[in-house]
């Protein structure tokens, strides 16, 4: 029997826009139908390389409007345009999967979500560390008791300087980096956050150099989440990210900075190839992200449910956002109550799909 593949398009074709391009040629579940972008360039760049309409400046809304036979809209476009285009595939009846954070606030995410619900369509978000084997691999092993009952939390993730430098001026940067692992620590505890006290120093540029914020879940459980972009690129293996959970009957960890292989050259500095993100082998893209999309082709062809969904893309961005508020005030502050059930979807899936 002949299945018809999903058709695809992509609205942003930067570089995780390559990324999804790149699977949905290769998956034989999928073919890529049309891209968008605000760059005539890069649009036209994509459309040639897959032979597939292109439209520039952003025109998103004329991309439906060609091509009914959509099914799925992938939105990799920046973090702060997010918001029309999802809304726009939404509201045209095609199932998305939008690039995190899903938007740059709770408004805006929260419209997301309504309008995937009212319009009975899938609406996904990339929380890529739900697909990566070791962080789904240590939320399996809490989930399942391995640790006991969780007592406190912890993540890093601290990229040099020049990856802020893309941002910096478009939107808060408490929703830059936080909701990886906001949504991680959600995942893993299975319980809200109530409450957030932010720290941070205020740097060049007019934005912060360090966020540092603790959180505390209904349980009681306390996490701590680092976010640093103040330290220069450097050679050698630093430690950018880490998760930690401890419980009272053991502890759990990903050392995310860890990828397995290093090569040392005589002529130059050391070189640690991608075995996770985004590594090509074989010819072909590997890594998290293939896990992801596969996973979302998956769910829209109703095979399984989604093991990450809209309200807990929103989830995250609420708890950004209180730390934004908690930066403003200089108090610690609650979190949107409506987060009260932001743990209790996109839980079913165990592991990688």
């Known amino acids: 029997m002949t299945i018809t593949p999903l058709q695809i398009a ?26 968008c972008g605000r760059s005539e360039a890069s649009t036209r760049e994509m459309a040639d390389q897959y032979q597939v309409p292109g439209y520039p400046h952003a025109r998103h809304t004329d991309m439906l409007e060609n091509h009914a036979e959509i099914d799925a809209v992938v ?3 920046s973090e702060w345009m997010h918001t029309a285009p999802v809304l ?10 939008v690039e995190k954070p899903m938007a740059v606030s709770p408004a805006d995410a929260r419209m997301m979500v309504q309008a995937a619900d009212r319009v009975g369509v ?17 939320r399996q092993a809490v989930a399942a008791g391995d640790i006991g009952e969780v007592l406190h939390v912890y993540a890093r993730r601290n990229p040099p300087q020049v990856a802020a430098e893309r941002v910096l001026g478009k939107f808060s940067l408490a929703y830059w980096l936080t909701p990886h692992d906001i949504d991680m620590m959600l995942w893993t505890v299975g319980r809200p956050i109530t409450r957030v006290k932010a720290y941070a120093r205020q740097g060049g540029k007019g934005r912060h150099d360090f966020i540092i914020a603790v959180f505390t879940f209904d349980s009681g459980v306390v996490g701590v989440l680092e976010n640093s972009w103040s330290t220069p690129a450097h050679s050698g293996r630093p430690q950018y990210e880490q998760f930690s ?26 070189d640690y190839p991608d075995t ?23 769910v829209v062809q109703g095979k399984w449910p989604p093991i990450v ?12 956002a209180a730390i934004d508020r908690s930066l403003e005030t200089g108090r610690e502050v609650q979190v949107d109550s409506s987060t009260a059930a932001q743990n209790t979807a996109g839980t079913t899936g165990e592991g990688v799909t």
């Open 10 to 35: 992509i609205v942003g074709p930067g570089r995780m826009g390559q990324i999804y391009a790149r699977l949905a040629e290769e998956l034989s579940e999928t073919r890529l139908v049309a891209v």
């Open 75 to 77: 939105v990799s476009a």
């Open 88 to 97: 726009a595939s939404l509201e045209a009846g095609k199932h998305v999967l």
């Open 122 to 138: 899938h609406l996904m978000v990339c929380h890529s560390l739900r697909f990566d084997p070791p962080f789904a691999a240590m």
């Open 245 to 270: 959970i401890h419980g009272s009957e053991g502890a759990a960890e990903v050392l995310g900075h860890e990828n397995g292989v290093a090569v040392y050259r005589a002529d130059g500095p050391p």
């Open 276 to 298: 996770g993100y985004t590594p090509v082998l074989h010819g072909r893209q590997e890594g998290m992200f293939r896990s992801l999309f596969s996973h979302f082709v998956g």
């Open 309 to 320: 969904s809209g309200e807990n893309g929103l989830a995250a961005i609420q708890v950004a």
